[in-house]
C-alpha cells in the first residue's frame, strides 16, 4: 500500500495537480449552492413548500435534488392561474347566448325584430304566424308560408 502511495505522490504534490483539485472542489460547491438555491426558487414559483425541498437538497446534495425533480408539482401557479382563467372565460362566451346587434353591438334577445337601441331591422315577420324571420329566409319554418 506504500508503495502506491509513493508511486502517486510526485502527482498528487504538484501545484497544478492541487489547484485543479481545488477548482474542481470550488465548482462542485458553487454547483451544490445554485441547486439549493434553483430548488427554492423553483419550488416557490409552483406552488410547493420551498424551504423543505431547499433543505432536502442542502443535506442530500444531488440525490435530493433528483427527487425533487421526480416529486415537484407538474406546472407553475401562475401557469395554472392563467389556464383556469382562460377556461372559464371560453366558458362564460360559450354561456352567453345573448345576441348582439351588428350595427351597434348592444345585446338584443333573439326574437327581436329591430333593435331597441339604433333601430336596425334584424329579422323580418311571418306575414301569416307572426314569428321572427332571418332576413334571408325565403320560407317560415314555423307555418310553411312562402315570404
Given at each position: 500500500?506504500?508503495?502506491?502511495?509513493n508511486?502517486?505522490?510526485?502527482i498528487t504534490?504538484?501545484?497544478?495537480?492541487?489547484l485543479?483539485?481545488?477548482?474542481?472542489?470550488?465548482?462542485?460547491?458553487i454547483?451544490?449552492?445554485a441547486?439549493?438555491?434553483?430548488?427554492y426558487?423553483d419550488?416557490d414559483?409552483?406552488g410547493?413548500?420551498?424551504?423543505?425541498?431547499?433543505?432536502?437538497?442542502?443535506?442530500?446534495n444531488?440525490?435530493?435534488?433528483i427527487?425533487?425533480?421526480?416529486?415537484?408539482?407538474?406546472e407553475?401557479?401562475e401557469?395554472?392561474?392563467?389556464?383556469?382563467?382562460?377556461?372559464?372565460t371560453?366558458?362564460?362566451?360559450?354561456?352567453r347566448s345573448?345576441?348582439?346587434?351588428?350595427a351597434?353591438?348592444k345585446?338584443?334577445?333573439?326574437?327581436?325584430?329591430?333593435?331597441?337601441?339604433c333601430?336596425?331591422?334584424?329579422?323580418?315577420?311571418?306575414?301569416?304566424c307572426?314569428?321572427?324571420?332571418?332576413?334571408?329566409?325565403?320560407?317560415?319554418?314555423?307555418?310553411?308560408?312562402s315570404l
Amino acid at each position: 500500500m506504500q508503495d502506491i502511495a509513493n508511486l502517486f505522490s510526485p502527482i498528487t504534490t504538484h501545484p497544478l495537480f492541487q489547484l485543479s483539485w481545488r477548482l474542481c472542489l470550488l465548482f462542485s460547491v458553487i454547483l451544490w449552492l445554485a441547486l439549493i438555491y434553483w430548488t427554492y426558487r423553483d419550488a416557490d414559483r409552483r406552488g410547493a413548500m420551498a424551504i423543505y425541498w431547499a433543505a432536502v437538497v442542502l443535506f442530500f446534495n444531488f440525490p435530493g435534488w433528483i427527487v425533487y425533480l421526480i416529486v415537484r408539482p407538474p406546472e407553475y401557479e401562475e401557469d395554472m392561474r392563467e389556464r383556469e382563467l382562460e377556461i372559464r372565460t371560453k366558458e362564460a362566451v360559450l354561456a352567453r347566448s345573448d345576441v348582439v346587434c351588428p350595427a351597434c353591438m348592444k345585446p338584443v334577445k333573439d326574437d327581436f325584430l329591430i333593435c331597441p337601441y339604433c333601430q336596425k331591422k334584424l329579422k323580418k315577420s311571418c306575414p301569416n304566424c307572426a314569428k321572427p324571420l332571418n332576413m334571408n329566409w325565403v320560407v317560415c319554418p314555423y307555418c310553411k308560408t312562402s315570404l
